[in-house]
């Protein structure tokens, strides 16, 4: 019933039917798959989480696969969402778009060398994706790199000449 729901798109329903299921068997792994796709799409990220953690990977498809790595995501939790995130492009290296989020915890995190990897990494996927450089700018700035920080703002503004932001830091690392 669950599976039918959720591919018909009838997510609160699917998700009533999954925790009632799950009252009943609690082991069942095919349940909170489906209670974390529900979870996931009715918003209620702390519980998509955890239904997604207590779900084998392999039994993960790629969406699924990001939609845990959004939900550990969206409830703070970086270091798990960077799992999920790299487990993804480990499994299909085309999902460069996942790139700004794991460089994005990275950063959050103050863990900047890592960040500037994904950064590298997305630009080298998308050259002409402004914020990668701009917050690759951000991360060597932090760390007092202001040579390549420079350059990656300037390579910034050749792609949007209209950012305040990145003029305001191009300045400040001269």
């Not at 040579?147 to 950012?163: E, I, V, Y």
Request: proline fraction near 2%.
């Amino acid at each position: 019933i669950t599976s039918a729901y959720n591919a018909i798109k009838i997510y609160d329903k699917s998700y009533s039917y999954a925790t009632e299921g799950l009252a009943k068997y609690p082991d069942n792994i095919l349940l909170k798959k489906n209670a974390a796709i529900a979870s996931y799409n009715l918003k209620k990220f702390d519980e998509a989480a955890n239904y997604y953690k207590a779900v084998p990977d392999s039994m993960l498809s790629i969406n699924d696969l990001k939609n845990a790595g959004t939900s550990f995501s969206n409830i703070k939790s970086d270091s798990i969402a960077r799992i999920y995130f790299e487990l993804v492009i480990k499994k299909d290296s085309t999902q460069s778009s996942l790139f700004m989020d794991i460089a994005n915890s990275y950063f959050r995190n103050k863990e900047n060398e890592k960040a500037v990897k994904f950064y590298a990494a997305k630009i080298k996927a998308d050259p002409k994706y402004e914020p990668a450089y701009r917050y690759m700018g951000f991360a060597y700035f932090i760390d007092g790199k202001y040579n390549d920080a420079r350059q990656a703002f300037l390579d910034a503004k050749n792609l949007s000449d209209t950012t305040f932001t990145t003029n305001y830091y191009i300045a400040q690392s001269y």
